[in-house]
């Protein structure tokens, strides 16, 4: 963010920009739209560890293995000369990305049996792309999945910004040129790009700097645990903040009157795999049968990361708040950690979700189930639309079935017995409709007759006007004393 907008004061202009960011410890990537006042944040990512210290590792020990080759003494068990191949290894990769080769020279490196040992090696570009080349590699798999989080292509962006001392390599040029098909933006400084536009951002916030709207991202969805311990995402990751998302939720258990909000960051599908930002209470909810309660929890997240979180029963007004500050969050590492456990999980994950949805699902049709059969089952009461014996035996059957799969870990058993009850229970049901849309069909046939014969009374009635009138006639009596 702060490389775009000090890339953003110089253009001046509506474009969607990449900004690759190659450090000395960390790799980021951010596709962002940037325009005359306005710098957007469409995605981020990256892998907290990928950096220059990767590539100095990989030189140190190619430096190790050749001397060792040559001497047949071995440096990595000494750490003052671990500590001088370190620096000469920094310095060979610095010189090579603006010279083909250049010679390691650390004169009295060690000692052996026949006196003093001298480090003198040369080292060519070709051998440095060929060391590191598998870690810049690595770059492109977070590019792609930053693009696809912005919804965009690579012909799609018009400037590809380096950032990160690592940027000057030529392979690394060469391979993000390859992979946006562009050659990318070498004229602002990698070293005090990132100093100018932290200040430009800094200016923004305190409120110093007046023509530039900063629209920054969430890094990590944000949620609230649910039914069987599943995390339900309401702010999706990478969603441009300020932002504000409200939803309806219910109880899930009869006469519930008090829930828990558990709020919830990071990408994994249960709630145990997620950081927890807080807790709290809302009570007071009037005792009333499950799913009945309607409880609208919202989020508001704003500009600084300040994210509130509220909770209101609708029938009574009643609502609890929490304010969760931006230092209840996590630090970048964090966030890319949890982003590549994500990843890793997903199958993991996936399947886990699946089996307690089905579990979820089957508690839900468990208790639609007895209360149909409570409310409509009993064979004392006549009428049409009643539930038979011989269908409340076959449906308690079937309950009692999928009851002794719930309690086993058994998904596949579950999902079979609760489609077996619902073939039963469809069945049932739509006998009992037919039989209630009869019977009301029937008391409608009646109450037309009825009305027929009433009006054929009021026309006898009239025909009779002037006759006597001391026969009894059907009607409402006041009585008089």
């Known amino acids: 963010t702060a490389a775009a907008l000090a890339y953003g004061f110089e253009k001046k202009k509506g474009q969607q920009i990449a900004v690759y960011d190659l450090g000395g410890g960390t790799f980021d990537i951010s596709i962002l739209d940037v325009s005359e006042d306005t710098v957007e944040v469409k995605s981020t990512n990256g892998d907290t560890y990928l950096g220059g210290e990767d590539f100095d590792q990989l030189i140190i020990k190619w430096i190790i293995e050749e001397f060792k080759k040559d001497q047949g003494i071995d440096l990595s068990k000494d750490p003052l000369a671990l500590q001088r191949i370190k620096e000469a290894a920094e310095k060979a990769k ?74 000057r390599m030529p392979l690394v040029q060469q391979k993000v040129k390859e992979f946006f098909n562009k050659e990318p933006h070498l004229g602002v400084n990698p070293d005090e790009v990132v100093a100018l536009g932290a200040a430009v951002q800094a200016g923004v916030l305190q409120g110093d700097v007046k023509d530039v709207l900063l629209l920054d991202v969430t890094p990590l969805t944000l949620g609230i645990e649910t039914l069987g311990g599943v995390a339900t995402s309401l702010i999706e990751r990478n969603t441009t903040i300020p932002t504000s998302k409200s939803q309806i939720f219910s109880t899930a258990a009869e006469g519930q009157t008090s829930v828990e909000i558990h709020v919830l960051q990071g990408e994994r599908p249960m709630a145990s795999d997620n950081k927890t930002l807080g807790r709290f209470i809302l009570d007071g909810i009037p005792n009333a049968p499950r799913g009945v309660p309607q409880i609208e929890v919202s989020f508001d997240l704003d500009a600084n990361g300040i994210l509130n979180v509220s909770a209101k029963d609708k029938a009574t007004g009643k609502e609890q708040k929490i304010m969760i500050t931006a230092s209840s969050g996590l630090s970048k590492e964090e966030v890319e950690k949890m982003t590549k456990e994500a990843e890793i999980h997903a199958d993991e994950d996936k399947k886990k979700k699946e089996q307690i949805e089905i579990k979820n699902q089957a508690d839900a049709v468990v208790f639609q189930t007895e209360k149909l059969i409570k409310e409509s089952g009993d064979p004392r009461q006549s009428g049409a639309g009643k539930m038979k014996p011989e269908d409340k035996k076959e449906l308690e059957e079937k309950l009692e079935a999928l009851k002794k799969a719930k309690s086993t870990d058994q998904h596949d058993e579950i999902k079979n017995k609760m489609e077996e009850m619902n073939v039963v229970a469809q069945r049932i049901g739509a006998a009992m409709y037919q039989s209630a849309a009869a019977e009301a069909s029937a008391d409608k046939q009646a109450q037309d007759q009825k009305g027929e014969k009433a009006q054929e009374g009021k026309e006898g009635k009239k025909s009779d006007e002037g006759k006597d009138d001391k026969e009894p006639v059907e009607g409402e009596f006041e009585e008089k004393k």
């Open 94 to 167: 610095i010189e090579l990305s603006s010279t083909p080769a250049t010679e390691i020279n650390q004169p009295f490196i060690t000692t052996g049996a026949d006196g003093p040992k001298h480090l003198v090696m040369k080292m060519t570009r070709a051998k440095l792309e060929e060391l590191v080349g598998s870690l810049i590699d690595k770059t492109i798999a977070p590019c792609k999945a930053a693009l696809k989080d912005a919804g965009l292509e690579a012909k799609d962006l018009e400037e590809i910004i380096m950032v990160g001392g690592m940027t």
